[in-house]
């Protein structure tokens, strides 16, 4: 299979642009913005703190290759979330900088029951029926089974920390258990806040004992208004929350690059269960002449798009799994369009125009200022051919 026109496979990066692999003179490089403080996943595993505006964030988050991370803007409204300073304590101590956190740092705490209900405590200012995701980076001591908890709703899920399994839960959705590394994992569910209570109060139990003397390991409590957890926030202080500022990625590509009459867009990407749409577009900046991936809102669906003189060409919708990796690829040419999903055929059109006109790929809306994608990008090409069928499927199997 000869070379893409485009293609993105995250590896290269400065302030402010995304490196395309081809084509190798720049052109189709992405410009790339963030403001301010974001994290990261290393490649030792480890989580790294970016500080510069305009750092792209290749993460590595169980994996061997980087992905290009895209996310909203968030605020964590646990603060400190690098120590147990200003947080409550009953059946039990706490210590601070006992043991290695996720991010290399001598920050981790220890909690330990001295008998009966061992339990770390705070409030925090969140709003009324809002939907949040809550989480917390913990490692067993002696003890297996902790409990995360949202206090004014009930909202909870018990991990077994030896093995990072669920014991239980009640009253919480998109649940995650996700490995760290060296003993750490993060725990995280959404929960909506009370109609009448305008705080949340951010809880961690040891479960079903009493005895004293049983430990654990935390770090890192995140509470975030959305339907999924994102990248770890840092706060410091015990006097404010923190915000990240959201990723954008556009502008990949120009008219000389994309002046195909036929081709193939094919995208290696994890979706995140995002509360809005959001989407991946192939434009010329308008919503006339523009192919379109796009991610819905209830999470479960993937749609392709594809209009040619402000008419819609083509418009057909499948479902995928999200939070995990698919593969798209969308072939056209006049009267000739296919539609590719983790390796299979899902859908033919043989009716219609191409798009023509198009100058810019972006993981956003059509002019890259809107429904922004939210996940990881592992791949992205652009070719001036239709795949044949056999090759269309080998590159979108899993």
């Known amino acids: 299979m000869e070379n893409p026109k485009l293609a993105l496979i995250p590896s290269g990066y400065k302030s402010g642009t995304v ?8 052109v189709g490089d992405f410009d790339y913005e963030r403001n301010g403080y974001a994290s990261r996943v290393r490649k030792d595993g480890l989580i790294e703190e970016l500080t510069v505006d305009d750092t792209p ?8 290759c980087p992905s290009l991370l895209l996310e909203p803007q968030r605020t964590n409204v646990v603060y400190p979330n690098t120590s147990l300073s200003g947080y409550s304590i009953g059946g039990g101590f706490k210590s601070d900088n006992v043991t290695i956190s996720p991010d290399g740092e001598n920050n981790g705490s220890l909690v330990q029951s001295t008998g009966g209900t061992c339990v770390i405590y705070r409030s925090f200012g969140t709003s009324t029926n809002t939907t949040y995701n809550i989480s917390v980076f913990l490692k067993k001591g002696n003890y297996n089974n902790i409990r995360l908890q949202e206090g004014f ?10 093995n990072g ?5 009640n009253n919480a ?13 993060r725990v ?59 990723d954008i990625c556009i502008n990949g590509g120009d008219a000389d690059l994309f002046n195909i009459t036929e081709g193939t867009f094919f995208v290696d990407v ?41 008419s819609g060409q083509v418009s057909y919708t499948t479902n995928i799994t999200f939070d995990t990796k698919n593969k798209l690829a ?13 390796g299979s055929l899902r859908h033919t059109d043989t009716s219609g125009n191409i798009a023509t006109g198009l100058n810019s790929l972006h993981f956003a809306g059509n002019n890259g200022g809107f429904n922004y994608f939210q996940g990881k990008v592992h791949d992205t090409r652009v070719y001036d051919r239709v795949l044949t069928e056999s090759e269309a499927i080998e590159l979108t199997t899993i």
């Open 19 to 26: 490196y395309s692999i081809l084509p190798t003179d720049g």
């Open 165 to 169: 399994t669920e014991v239980s839960s």
């Open 188 to 246: 995280s569910f959404n929960y909506t806040s009370s109609s009448s209570v305008s705080s949340a109060q951010y809880s961690v139990y040891i479960e079903g004992s009493t005895a004293s003397g049983n430990t654990f390991y935390t770090f890192g409590g995140q509470i975030e208004q959305g339907s999924y957890p994102t990248s770890y926030i840092k706060t410091t202080t015990t006097s404010g929350s923190v915000t990240r500022q959201k």
């Open 173 to 185: 959705t998109n649940k995650k258990i996700q490995d760290y590394g060296n003993g750490w994992y």
């Open 57 to 64: 964030r290749l993460d590595w988050l169980n994996s061997d």
């Open 330 to 342: 969308f072939t056209f040419k006049n009267n000739e369009f296919k539609f590719y999903v983790n």
């Open 153 to 162: 709703t009930s909202s909870r899920m018990v991990v077994n920390l030896s």
């Open 270 to 310: 994890t979706p995140f269960k995002a509360s809005t749409f959001h989407r991946i577009t192939l434009s010329n900046n308008t919503s006339n002449e523009e192919i379109i991936i796009l991610f819905y809102s209830n999470n479960t669906q993937v749609g392709i798009i594809s209009e040619s003189g402000g």
